[in-house]
Structure formats: structure tokens, C-alpha cells
């Protein structure tokens, strides 16, 4: 499975296990809430769900 994670930082893609759009938005929350800067994020998500970063297109 494939995320991209858009901010005002830049985008970032992820890559991880298959997963539905529900378990998706409960990692997202879980994850917004033990971050206190945006940037940070993508790095978060990865460690606490098994994610890892991948170059994106620039499309």
C-alpha cells in the first residue's frame, strides 16, 4: 500500500502493509496526536506502523 501525505512542508510517500481506509484514518489520528510539529509526522507514522518513506513523482 502506497499513502501520500500532502502538507505545506512538501509531500511525502509512504509504503507499508495492505490495510482498509478505516485502519487507515485510526493510524493517521493515532499518530496526529503524539506529534506536536507537522513535520515530524511521516517519520511518526512510519515508526509506531512499519511504514517506510519512498520517493514521490513530482506530478
Given at each position: 500500500?502506497?499513502?501520500?501525505?500532502?502538507?505545506?512542508?512538501?509531500?511525502?510517500?509512504?509504503?507499508?502493509?495492505?490495510?482498509?481506509?478505516?485502519?487507515?484514518?485510526?493510524?493517521?489520528?493515532?499518530?496526529?496526536?503524539?506529534?506536536?510539529?507537522?513535520?515530524?509526522?511521516?517519520d511518526?507514522?512510519?515508526?509506531?506502523?512499519?511504514?517506510?518513506?519512498?520517493?514521490?513523482?513530482?506530478?
Amino acid at each position: 500500500m502506497i499513502i501520500e501525505i500532502d502538507g505545506y512542508w512538501g509531500s511525502v510517500c509512504l509504503s507499508g502493509k495492505k490495510c482498509s481506509k478505516q485502519k487507515v484514518r485510526e493510524m493517521y489520528r493515532q499518530t496526529k496526536e503524539m506529534v506536536a510539529d507537522s513535520k515530524d509526522f511521516p517519520d511518526m507514522f512510519c515508526r509506531l506502523h512499519g511504514f517506510d518513506r519512498i520517493p514521490c513523482s513530482d506530478e
